[in-house]
């Protein structure tokens, strides 16, 4: 009997398989200078195609993945779909820069439209991302991208770029049974929007599977990839090893219950999510082969009985700390190393600064309202940083549209980018106040503000006032004390 492969939209005129084939094990086999054959591979990825799993995932930094889809792509006649992604180093980034990296993945991949570019911001901190995602959007009206994702958002940024009027059709995350955190706010944001996130890490580099069932914990030599260090630090984060194996126990029984295997299981939870348009599976092209496996992905559904007994289950891990991306931009850094080093090689500050013969130092954000009103966007004298009255404007947009959540984030982001640049951190802030111009936006700006201090605690004030441009929906200033080291 043949099996139907789901499929699931992701914006209009991309249809792509629920199961999707994840290409990043390819940076991790070319280790070290390891040479791949290429034409090998693509033969591989040939054979998951001819069983129905057409759809791709790769990005700019896995290694020569997007070289090998493309070859695979000029000898495939059937359709495929190829999604990769942009991953620019942190620090300012221009438009030709942007068209660049766009056209060297096209010529990679040997195509003249990219079915769907997703982008991945380093520090929300510094505001060049959202740059980075009009151009990105201009490209696509261009005709060179066919869609627009994001990959490791959180939900707050998710919700300034889409109030921002930024077309995304879909947020690439981790979700597992080990990390839950795609299935709270994210998944009613996008819900809310239409748009599908797109599942990696299902299996947990693996961990989620018979293999590793009433094992003891690996050691440093015992793991192979880096997907199983970075997911190691995962089961850590979630309780340890011995509370994960209670799950894995509660994932055989159902696997057992069902005929199928416990990727099966793992993957089936999580495909049965809202919002949730397919999970990505890794592998490791021309040495393991997952196609036999994932099939029975459509053969079966979960029955109460089993959901029940996950989420039993599910109730003993601890949550993964932090939102959709956290592991990426704040510690604990659940990396393959357990920091950026193997990602990035510095983290340049967001706004260009001065330092006066006062000895005070200045950060300039850029706006017009600097040079008009003569004041800068924050100064720094000893301990003390004092940050101006910030509204939600970028160059000449206002970011968040009328949507006072989205702008109240953006407008601590800003503020969160002049402590950086002087040397100081959002956790460093003692005193905020806020002004609303409507009233009646009080409480979702509240709540954006207690998303981001609800750990820090500053005293707070939030009062109406009439601000400068109707537009501008909240405007804030803050102070923050920093001990020097």
């Known amino acids: 009997m043949n099996t139907i492969i789901e499929c699931c939209e992701l914006g209009e005129g991309l249809s792509i398989s629920r199961v999707l084939t994840g290409l990043w094990q390819i940076a991790d086999m070319e280790r070290e200078g390891r040479e791949v054959h290429r034409e090998a591979m693509a033969a591989a990825m040939a054979k998951y195609a001819g069983a129905g799993f057409t759809t791709f ?50 010529e990679r991949l040997r195509t003249d439209c990219i079915d769907l570019m997703q982008f991945h911001a380093w520090n929300y901190a510094d505001p060049g991302w959202l740059d980075c995602l009009y151009w990105l959007q201009e490209l696509k009206e261009e005709g060179l991208i066919g869609h627009l994702g994001l990959t490791n958002f959180d939900t707050a940024h998710l919700r300034v770029a889409v109030q921002s009027g930024i077309s995304i059709v879909s947020n690439q995350v981790c979700f597992s049974l080990l990390d839950q955190r795609a299935g709270k706010d994210m998944t009613g944001l996008c819900l809310q929007h239409g748009i599908k996130l797109l599942a990696f890490g299902t299996v947990a ?75 990505i599976i890794g592998a490791r092209l021309g040495k393991s082969e997952h196609i036999r496996d994932n099939l029975r992905l459509f053969q079966f559904s979960l029955d109460e009985e089993s959901r029940s007994e996950i989420q039993t289950a599910l109730k003993k ?65 000893g301990e003390r940083i004092w940050v101006s009255g910030t509204t939600a404007t970028h160059g000449d947009r206002v970011i968040g549209g009328a949507d006072p959540a989205a702008q109240m984030h953006f ?75």
């Open 57 to 106: 995932d790769m990005a700019d930094h896995y290694g020569s993945a997007e070289e090998i889809a493309g070859l695979f792509r000029q000898r495939q006649q059937s359709a495929v779909q190829l999604l990769t992604k942009w991953v620019p180093a942190p620090g300012a980034v221009t438009r030709e820069e942007v068209r660049a990296a766009v056209q060297r993945s096209l």
């Open 205 to 279: 580099g693996g961990f989620l599977s018979e293999r590793w069932l009433g094992k003891p914990e690996p050691g440093p030599k015992e793991l192979e990839t880096w997907s199983q260090m970075k997911y190691l630090r995962f089961i850590e984060a979630a309780g340890g090893w011995e509370v994960f194996q209670g799950l894995l126990h509660t994932v055989e029984r159902v696997a057992r219950r069902q005929g199928v295997s416990m990727v099966n299981v793992a993957c089936r939870c999580i495909l049965e999510q809202p919002a949730v348009g397919g999970v």
């Open 317 to 381: 891990l601890q949550p993964i700390p932090g939102d959709c991306g956290d592991e990426y931009r704040k510690p604990p850094f659940l990396t393959a190393s357990g920091d950026l080093s193997h990602h990035l090689e510095s983290m340049p500050p967001p706004y260009a600064t001065k330092t006066g013969p006062d000895g005070r130092s200045r950060a300039l954000s850029g706006t017009r309202w600097e040079d008009i009103a003569g004041f800068c966007r924050a100064v720094r004298h």
């Open 411 to 485: 407008v601590i982001d800003k503020i969160e980018g002049a402590l950086q640049s002087l040397g100081g951190r959002l956790e460093d802030v003692v005193r905020t106040r806020v002004f609303v111009r409507n009233i009646k936006d009080w409480e979702a700006v509240a709540r954006a503000h207690g998303e981001r201090f609800h750990q820090i605690l500053p005293a707070n004030t939030l009062v109406q006032a009439s601000l400068v441009g109707e537009e501008y929906l909240v405007e804030m200033e803050a102070e923050a004390v920093v001990k020097e080291p």
